[in-house]
């Protein structure tokens, strides 16, 4: 053989392994059955074997992909098909489109394994899982978090607020904090108290780290969705985002089975035996244990499969709230009207209003939604498992449906000014205008989010006591906000304020 067949020959075996592996990284675990007419990228072409995925050459971090998806929806304005690979992908950017979909959400209620795969490394629960490990988790959640439970949630929440209050009352003329800093604790000790019935004192003394971990496990999950050779478990678990998860899993672990200890205990001091086939958990703890047994899981797996739902509850809650204060604080007229709402409802009383007096606070309300109109979670998105089609549009089985919620939230054919704070967006009669699917901040269908009533309730409460006892400003403009694309986007300066007591 001569050297140029030879060199034929090795060249020819390194484009078909590349190929190969290329191939695998790309191949998605649900295939797509049949195709669709929905149109592709205005730019780039769809290669063989990768698809489109060339266009996402570059992109360095999830707010690298976000911008380069929005560029190619420039042109779109319904519909947008991606091939990654061999995987079809559904991007949404209609309101009337997503509002069909949502009507046929038993026909995509599954999350999207290409993107929820990521979580698992830390927590595999109820946020990631489907089919029947995930309804065994959600069916007693959505039990816990029934409106018929929300009375004696308030009580819990009323308390921790006190202490929120008393800590920013200490900030109170002494320059600026950070506002999320203390709201993460007041999240986090509500979510730990009425969930999983641990005792919530992380206001008082922040034993868990969790803010801090939740920040650290959030940008390794995030990083493996940006680096393809990531799906490859064993080079995510020798990688520096693989290493960091595993540290902060090993931090989190002795507090996770002191949790499960205690809930053991408890059970036992009741005479309650979660192998009895008619037990019925009380908590969400209860909810993972039953589950480990049940499905015969792991310890390890067992005490990760509630992590989630600790994080869920609140990281997404502290983000709006923060958001709320840093924006009032931002724009001294809003917060002046929400003030003169808090005088008018509670007539000067600066006890935590009851559930009654938080449904008469509507511009708080207004308020609450435009803060999450600019902070939502960016994306979400599910597998279809049966084809289906709106207007003349078809959508396979085994595509996925991404739904970019920060775009339709910005979408200039749905809002009046959509760049700015403009509470206004959500008089009664601009709400009643626009098209359901224009804002749906906590997602849809089976998997709509079940903390939407808890979360905002929790929410207005603390909003209405702070905003009764203190005035809030920040040298931070709302137009030079940054935002980082964590499982909300959060402002990259953070949330600083300063506050001062409105007693006379
Ligand atoms: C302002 C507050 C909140 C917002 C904006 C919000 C938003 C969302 C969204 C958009 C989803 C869907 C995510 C996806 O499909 O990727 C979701 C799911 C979820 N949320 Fe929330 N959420 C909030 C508060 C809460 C609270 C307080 C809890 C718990 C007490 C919670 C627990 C969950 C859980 C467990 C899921 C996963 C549900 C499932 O997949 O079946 N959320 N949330």
């Known amino acids: 053989m001569g050297p140029l067949t030879s060199l034929i020959l090795a060249l020819t075996t390194v484009l078909c392994v590349t190929l190969y592996v290329v191939r695998r990284l790309l191949t998605p675990a649900v295939p797509t059955k049949g195709t669709t007419n929905i149109p592709g990228p205005v730019v780039g072409r769809r290669w063989p ?13 999830m707010k690298d992909l976000y911008g380069t998806v929005r560029r190619l929806c420039h042109k779109r304005d319904k519909l947008l098909s991606f091939y990654l690979g061999s995987k079809l992908t559904i991007f949404v950017l209609d309101a009337n489109i997503l509002e069909a979909i949502v009507s046929m959400s038993h026909k995509c209620q599954n999350k999207e394994h290409e993107l929820y795969y990521t979580f ?10 489907n089919g029947k490990g995930w309804s065994a988790m959600r069916r007693p959640l959505d039990r816990f978090l029934h409106p018929k439970n929300m009375e004696h949630f308030h009580g819990i929440t009323a308390e921790k607020a006190e202490i929120l209050c008393t800590r920013v009352g200490d900030c109170c003329g002494r320059g600026v904090f950070d506002i999320k800093h203390f709201m993460d604790y007041y999240m986090l000790d509500i979510t730990l108290e009425c969930l999983l019935n641990v005792p919530g004192t992380q206001q008082i003394e922040d034993t868990l780290h969790f803010p801090e971990m939740t920040s650290l496990a959030v940008y390794t999950m995030f990083k493996r969705i940006i680096k393809i050779a990531y799906k490859i478990e064993w080079i995510y678990s020798l990688s520096p985002p693989g290493r960091q998860c595993n540290k902060v899993k090993e931090r989190l672990r002795p507090h996770l089975i002191e949790m499960v200890n205690n809930c053991y205990k408890q059970m036992e001091l009741a005479g309650r035996n979660p192998s009895d086939p008619d037990f019925i958990p009380e908590n969400f703890i209860e909810v993972a244990i039953q589950n480990g047994i049940i499905e015969k899981k792991t310890e390890e797996d067992m005490l990760f499969s509630f992590a989630d739902l600790m994080v869920a509850g609140f990281d997404t809650t502290s983000v709006a709230t923060s958001s709320t204060i840093l924006f009032l604080a931002m724009h001294p007229e809003y917060q ?24 008469r606070m509507t511009f708080l309300d207004m308020t609450f939604n435009e803060t999450l109109r600019h902070v939502s979670v960016p994306a979400i998105a599910r597998t279809i498992n049966s084809q289906f089609t709106i207007d003349e549009y078809i959508f396979p089985e085994g595509a996925s449906i991404y739904v970019f919620l920060n775009h339709l939230f910005n979408d ?7 760049k700015d704070f403009y509470p206004e967006h959500f008089q009664p009669e601009k709400v009643a205008a626009r098209p359901k699917g224009a804002f749906m901040p906590f997602a849809f269908g089976g998997r709509i989010c079940p903390g939407k009533l808890f979360g905002i309730q929790s929410s207005k409460l603390i909003l209405s006591n702070l905003l009764r006892r203190y005035k809030f400003s920040t040298s931070l403009k709302f137009e030079e906000i940054i935002y980082k694309y964590m499982i909300m986007l959060e402002s990259d300066k953070g949330y600083p304020v300063e506050a001062t007591s409105r007693a006379p």
């Open 412 to 418: 200039p054919r749905y809002w009046e000014r959509p």
């Open 49 to 61: 074997v990768v698809g489109h995925a060339l266009l996402l050459l570059g992109v360095k971090n």
């Open 120 to 129: 698992n490394a830390f927590s595999n629960g109820v946020f990631s899982k």
């Open 336 to 359: 002046e009207r929400a003030y003169q709402e808090q005088i008018e409802v509670m007539k000067g009383s600066l006890k935590a209003p009851t559930r009654e007096e938080l449904s």
